[in-house]
């Protein structure tokens, strides 16, 4: 790890929390008293209050935060500009397809993304790099599906609270499952001194 990473200032991990799931619990408390537009523009900019919040601590900004906000932006927007709920139902599945692909494409081309993200925390051989990502990339495109079959199936209300309440819930604990997988490949930092 380089001395910049060392001595950049890191968001508490319970103010991390808040503000990656503050957004969402906000959008599902606002939808079931007004509406899904309120609800929307509410969403917009708690999510820009984070990312400002996220830099002006870090000095950084993450690229899984970097696409959530653009996404965000583009499709609460169509939602809020043409008054039509679709678009702020059809984000999820963009965001993971995204996400998927851009996984997918960093192992064609030999640049394992999770590992660029992850490395400064895990230091894993390249085989457990490229097995992790697929899992990832498996796990992303299930939630694509996922989140197509909810809001097709059910009502707005029951979907964000899927969001809230499955979706969620699913994706911390598929990253804690691949926790002993990434410690039993973790490779062993050498002392200085050889």
């Given at each position: 790890?380089?001395?910049?990473?060392?001595?950049?200032?890191?968001?508490s991990p319970l103010l991390k929390l808040a503000l990656d799931i503050g957004p969402l619990f906000a959008f599902f408390a606002v939808l079931t008293r007004t509406d899904v537009y309120i609800a929307t523009a509410t969403f917009?900019?708690?999510?820009?209050?984070?990312?400002?919040?996220?830099?002006?601590?870090?000095?950084?900004?993450?690229?899984?935060?970097?696409i959530s906000f653009v996404l965000v932006m583009i499709f609460g927007g169509l939602t809020l500009y043409l008054h039509n709920?679709?678009?702020?139902?059809l984000k999820p599945?963009?965001?993971?397809?995204?996400?998927?692909?851009?996984?997918?494409?960093?192992?064609?081309t030999r640049r394992n993304f999770l590992?660029?993200?992850l490395d400064q925390a895990f230091h894993l051989p390249e085989d457990?790099?490229?097995?992790?990502?697929?899992?990832?990339?498996?796990?992303?495109?299930l939630m694509a599906v996922m989140n197509e079959v909810?809001?097709?199936?059910f009502s707005l209300t029951q979907w964000a609270s899927y969001k809230l309440f499955v979706a969620l819930?699913?994706?911390?604990?598929?990253?804690?499952?691949?926790?002993?997988?990434?410690?039993?490949h973790q490779i062993e930092e050498k002392s200085p001194q050889g």
């Open positions: 790890m380089s001395e910049l990473q060392q001595s950049r200032p890191r968001l917009m900019v708690l999510v820009a209050g984070s990312l400002i919040v996220t830099y002006s601590i870090e000095r950084r900004i993450s690229p899984m935060l970097a709920d679709l678009f702020v139902k599945t963009i965001y993971y397809v995204t996400v998927a692909v851009i996984l997918a494409a960093g192992l064609i590992k660029i993200v457990a790099w490229r097995t992790l990502t697929w899992r990832w990339i498996g796990f992303f495109v909810v809001w097709r199936s819930p699913l994706t911390l604990v598929f990253a804690i499952a691949q926790t002993p997988f990434m410690l039993k």
